[in-house]
């Protein structure tokens, strides 16, 4: 690789590199980097996988056939190979074209198999409740061309509405209609019926419903299988779906397939499964991955679609050996699986990949810090990669095999320096790498607080100290898993005032209410889970709405003894730079015991003000300034509780005797001509 003539001074490179060694992040991929901040990927790594999902999603788009409409994809894949950079790649590609959705479902957050149907239904609530490529969410993006197609339906030449703009108006327009004892949801319901006559007029509404700031959150708590309140339900005009773990898990196939059905005429639809290679297994016996197979096998036999739909695609990553099992049965079951061929095997890395993985690594690395390296690939050599690349190794491996080779060039430049010195320049240079984008995710938040609460068991002179009056005396996996479904990271067992006392924490960064009330709803459960309280971590700049069903719950968990915790950047750095000193102590020569006497008398642990926070007892006080919006007020009051499904089915009724033309100018009436209304018939 040629050298750059503007390259930035070697002692300015080597000072950065040595202050943080940009391949020592954990290159294990949690589920929100499949969602969040993109990660080192290498286009021409696995090309052909990712080439082969967006040909099956244009075949299947353009099939003339309903028949044709849906199909399955199998990788096949070893751990570290690289799998979640292809599924974060599909995601983004389908981002950008604006012709897709995508649904993430993780088996490893299926705590209890036997439920498999019910949980896989909140995977796709809460994989459309993540961002769109029209700057709303998933679900929005499908109600706005619903919405569209109502109002086409009603006018040829109706000005389209922007999904960005519809979501913004939506309430107004409800709230001006429902002033005149009009029902807009209702109106666009019965004429997207017209339009799709075989949907389910419930879900239909509620997909229509996303689109509200205000009650938005609530129908994706319906979509997703969740009880909601009579009078949401009321409010709402759909069923309360008050059922039982058992109920709701037997009546989510046909929802799903109602679901998925109906975002297919729409969009192309990608579902992933992923990580089926956990340890997991339902009350029969059988594993994770025969569970999920099953399920995928139910749904390509279950969805349907239309002959105008865009088509869906299922997509299954396992590992190698998993699939062979499958095979061997040679049953039909392994060709819905894999309908569109021969599952496809996921490369390992060659000489010009790894050489790739290094310098797009590097490439984020030097534009971060303003520097202009010599070479991409600069301090490496490009003679020394192709040689490791030779052995094939896993993305994982080489990502490994960079940190360490970086380290030993380090240590050769590097002067010898006191280990105080030592301490102090690794550590302070940790702090300085602190990146904003590091508060996204949950899971490396909550390894840092454990990381510190472990740590304080591990130091002899301060393990048996009270901290805020708790004394710690372990740090526990939070079970039964099955029930927590990776909602809670972990507790915190003790003695508080010589009294016993468990404090369970989850770390809640999520934007979207859905996830976030999820959450909740495991730290009030204080009985399943054994704890005395719960503790929400969470930036209150990240404030939750008076609207959302977590403001409910929040109160609900501050009346409980709990509390939200504000994580604040300045208080979880040192705890991070710390976790990262220990991670690499050899990389900086220094002991874990040496450590733990800089740790002590630096104070880092025991002062460390969000531990000691976590560890207070709560002051029994909603924090308001954590919160924003106005409650929801309740829009129907005429209606008795104990007859709502009578109501419900008389929104959805019909006058025959009215053509298809005429209910749809009646409808739609308001859409088009009131003022108030104007911004769901103007595009934006």
């Excluded at 030449?157 to 922007?162: E, Y």
């Excluded at 297994?281 to 999920?292: H, I, R």
């Excluded at 240079?429 to 996204?440: E, G, R, T």
């Excluded at 704890?531 to 700049?541: A, Q, Y």
Aim: charged share 25%.
């Amino acid at each position: 690789m040629p050298a750059h003539s503007n390259a930035s001074a070697e002692p300015a490179i080597l000072a950065a590199l040595s202050a943080n060694n940009p391949f020592e992040r954990p290159p294990i991929v949690k589920e929100q980097n499949i969602w969040g901040e993109s990660f080192p990927d290498i286009p021409s790594l696995n090309a052909a996988a990712s080439d082969t999902v967006f040909n099956a999603l244009k075949k299947v788009r353009t099939a003339d056939s309903s028949l044709e409409k849906v199909t399955s994809v199998v990788f096949t894949a070893e751990r570290g190979i690289g799998k979640s950079h292809v599924i974060r790649r599909i995601r983004q590609r389908l981002q950008a074209s604006e012709e897709g959705v995508f649904i993430y479902a993780s088996a490893d957050r299926y705590g209890d198999l036997n439920l498999i149907n019910a949980l896989f239904q909140q995977s796709i609530a809460e994989s459309l409740e993540q961002p769109g490529s029209a700057g709303v969410t998933q679900w929005q993006e499908i109600a706005t061309l619903m919405v569209a197609e109502a109002l086409k339906a009603n006018k040829a030449n109706a000005k389209v509405p922007g999904a960005q703009g519809l979501v913004k108006k939506f309430d107004q327009a409800y709230q001006s209609n429902h002033a005149k004892g009009k029902d807009l949801v209702t109106d666009l319901t019965k004429v997207i019926r017209k339009l799709k006559p075989g949907v389910d007029p419930y879900i239909l509404r509620a997909v229509v419903w996303t689109l509200s700031e205000e009650r938005g959150s609530l129908a994706v708590k319906w979509l997703a299988g969740e009880q909601i309140e009579t009078q949401d339900a009321i409010d709402l005009r759909l069923p309360p779906n008050h059922l039982s773990d058992i109920e709701a898990n037997g009546s989510a196939p046909s929802t799903i397939a109602k679901l998925l059905s109906l975002v297919g005429e729409y969009k192309s639809v990608v579902v992933c499964f992923d990580e089926l290679d956990t340890i997991a297994a339902n009350a029969e016996g059988f594993p994770a991955v025969f569970v999920v197979l099953d399920l995928v096998k139910r749904l390509f036999d279950s969805v349907s679609q239309s002959e105008k739909a865009k088509g869906i695609l299922t997509l299954t990553v396992l590992l190698p050996n998993l699939w062979q099992h499958v095979a061997l049965t040679r049953d039909a079951s392994s060709e819905k699986i894999s309908a569109y061929g021969e599952p496809i095997s996921l490369e390992y890395l060659k000489p010009d990949t790894a050489k790739e993985l290094c310098a797009v690594t590097l490439k984020k690395f030097y534009g971060k810090k303003g520097l202009i390296p010599p070479t991409p690939i600069y301090p490496f050599a490009a003679a020394e990669i192709e040689d490791f690349g030779k052995g094939r190794p896993s993305a994982r491996e080489a990502l490994r095999w960079f940190a360490k080779q970086l380290n030993d060039k380090l240590k050769a430049v590097n002067p010898v320096v006191p280990p105080t010195e030592r301490f102090e320049s690794a550590y302070e240079n940790a702090l300085a790498q602190f990146d904003l984008d590091d508060l996204n995710n949950n899971e490396y938040i909550a390894s840092a607080l454990r990381f510190g609460f472990s740590k304080i068991l591990d130091i002899e002179r301060i393990k048996d100290q009270p901290i805020e009056g708790v004394v710690i005396k372990s740090v526990e996996e939070i079970t039964p898993r099955s029930k927590n479904n990776g909602r809670l990271h972990f507790k915190i067992v003790g003695e508080e005032q010589g009294e016993p006392v468990v404090i369970g924490l989850g770390v809640l960064q999520d934007e979207h209410g859905l996830s976030v009330g999820a959450g909740f709803r495991r730290l009030l459960d204080t009985e399943t889970f054994g704890l005395s309280r719960g503790c929400l971590v969470r930036s209150r700049d990240r404030k939750i709405k008076r609207n959302w069903d977590s403001f409910e719950y929040y109160q609900q968990l501050v009346a409980a003894g709990g509390e939200w915790v504000d994580l604040q950047a300045e208080e979880i750095k040192p705890l991070l730079a710390l976790q990262y000193v220990y991670d690499h102590h050899d990389k900086f020569d220094l002991t874990v015991k040496r450590l733990d006497s800089f740790a002590f008398t630096r104070n880092l642990l025991q002062r460390s003000p969000i531990l000691k926070e976590i560890l207070s007892r709560p002051e029994g006080a909603v924090v308001e300034d954590a919160l924003e919006g106005t409650e929801r007020q309740i829009l129907n009051t005429d209606i008795d509780p104990n007859d709502t499904d009578t109501d419900l089915s008389r929104a959805f009724e019909v006058d025959d005797s009215q053509d298809a033309e005429s209910l749809d100018a009646e409808s739609l009436d308001d859409i088009e001509m009131n003022a108030d209304f104007q911004a769901l018939a103007i595009a934006v």
